[in-house]
């Protein structure tokens, strides 16, 4: 595993074609465009991937996954799902994702460091010109406004088309998690959904987070404020239940100190440590929101899943097959990654569009940047969850409806800016 950065900086290399086998894809003709490996070129060791899935709508739009054990198989299954979502939210934008394996801990706790990390990470950006950059797990804001600028320096102009986006607000960016956009993505489903399902409402529902971070915190919180009982959260410490409901006050506070939701003080009816951590999901509830890593719930756990609703906050938390058998054996609806966990890269589309076109810039201000952006991820997400309910049909579960909406608007020039 590397740990020290690259003297001379990172190297950048294309890897041959293969075929996708995606589990979850009803595309299987569909082949990515371009794959990358990023690697130092005194020890051949490799540091990270790039994918450029889809560039139909335009250039690759995904978040720079850093994380010890992020695989290139990862970072391939994600940039598809960001092509899907680009495309069903009708962004003028493809897929991309990037993934940068790194297990030494100064890389995440150190800012210096990670910052060296990041300007060399953004000069082998440079080279894959179809690839935008934004935050993903194990990387933020700051991390995205370092390859902003290391790309404003090479081009010797402000306004360009390449940087990352998703920046932070004082430079002029849209913050994702500090406007906690993803959150609001997810709760207009939710909010869509009581109005779509006669007998499900938000009041007095049970909610289940796995993953209490940027995503999973904030969506606690903006459903428990229409009065759902969140029951059960979890980060990589510790899983907690209490049937009679968390204090979501003490777990927002908690949940980026050391050591996270283990700081927990309450009493809960249950603590899981770190190796017992899925248990969580098995809980019973009404929603089970899987904010974390893929493949949370697999053919390993899937009859002991006992919720009404998924709400994937996370990419990829199951797969298809899984999907079909929790909508036709157990009647559970799953509501996919791409259509409800869109906010983020919105807020990102807005962010750049903003930067590119002034009038739009002027119109967006007078709006109020955070209140016209939630807005647009609402309508989106709310428009996008009523259409797919309407072409569930048959067999058709609704990732299958989901995923007829994305690839139909691939060829499309519809916009919703
Ligand atoms: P984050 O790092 O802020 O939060 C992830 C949380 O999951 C952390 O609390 C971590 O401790 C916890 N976690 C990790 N492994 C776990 C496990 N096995 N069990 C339980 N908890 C675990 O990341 P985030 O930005 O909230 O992203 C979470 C997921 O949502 C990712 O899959 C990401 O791709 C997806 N997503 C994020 C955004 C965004 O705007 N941040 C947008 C779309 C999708």
């Given at each position: 595993m590397p740990n020290k950065l690259p003297a001379n900086g990172f190297s950048v290399r294309k890897l041959p074609k293969t075929e996708n086998t995606f589990r979850?894809?009803?595309?299987?003709?569909h082949k990515q465009e371009a794959r990358f490996e990023v690697f130092d070129?005194?020890?051949?060791q490799v540091w990270g991937f790039v994918t450029v899935d889809n560039t139909q709508r335009g250039p690759g739009l995904g978040g720079i996954r850093m994380l010890p054990d992020v695989s290139l198989n990862e970072v391939n299954r994600l940039a598809h799902v960001m092509t899907l979502k680009n495309s069903a939210a009708c962004l003028p934008y493809g897929g991309g994702k990037s993934g940068l394996k790194v297990a030494n801990q100064n890389f995440y706790k150190d800012r210096q460091q990670k910052n060296l990390l990041m300007e060399k990470w953004a000069d082998a950006l440079f080279e894959i010109d179809k690839y935008i950059p934004a935050a993903d797990m194990g990387t933020d804001e700051y991390d995205v406004q370092i390859i902003q600028e290391n790309h404003t320096r090479k081009l010797r102009?402000?306004?360009?088309?390449r940087g990352g986006s998703g920046r932070p607000e004082e430079y002029g960016g849209i913050p994702l998690d500090g406007w906690e956009l993803t959150a609001h993505g997810l709760y207009a489903a939710a909010l869509t959904l009581e109005e779509l399902l006669e007998d499900f409402q938000l009041n007095n529902s049970k909610v289940v987070i796995q993953g209490f971070g940027n995503v999973g915190g904030p969506t606690a919180v903006k459903l428990n404020q229409k009065g759902a009982l969140v029951v059960g959260a979890s980060d990589i410490h510790c899983a907690l239940w209490n049937p009679k409901g968390l204090d979501l006050d003490e777990l927002s506070r908690i949940r980026?100190?050391?050591?996270g939701l283990s700081n927990y003080s309450q009493r809960v009816e249950r603590k899981f440590d770190p190796k017992n951590l899925?248990?969580?999901?098995?809980?019973?509830?009404?929603i089970l929101v899987p904010a974390a890593r893929p493949d949370a719930i697999t053919a390993k756990n899937i009859d002991r899943i006992d919720c009404r609703i998924i709400l994937q906050g996370a990419n990829t938390p199951s797969s298809k097959p899984v999907e079909y058998y929790l909508m036709h054996r157990k009647k559970l609806i799953s509501l996919t990654d791409f259509i409800v966990n869109a906010g983020g890269v919105i807020g990102c589309a807005v962010e750049r569009q903003m930067t590119q076109d002034k009038d739009y810039s002027e119109k967006v201000k007078t709006h109020g940047t955070r209140a016209y952006t939630e807005n647009l991820i609402f309508n989106t997400v709310s428009k996008n969850v009523r259409e797919i309910f309407n072409r569930i049909?048959?067999?058709?579960?609704f990732r299958d409806a989901a995923t007829e909406l994305a690839l139909e608007r691939i060829n499309s020039k519809e916009i919703w800016l």
């Open positions: 979850f894809s009803q595309d299987n003709s070129p005194a020890t051949n102009q402000k306004n360009h088309h980026k100190q050391e050591g899925d248990w969580l999901l098995e809980v019973p509830c009404d049909k048959g067999d058709f579960i």
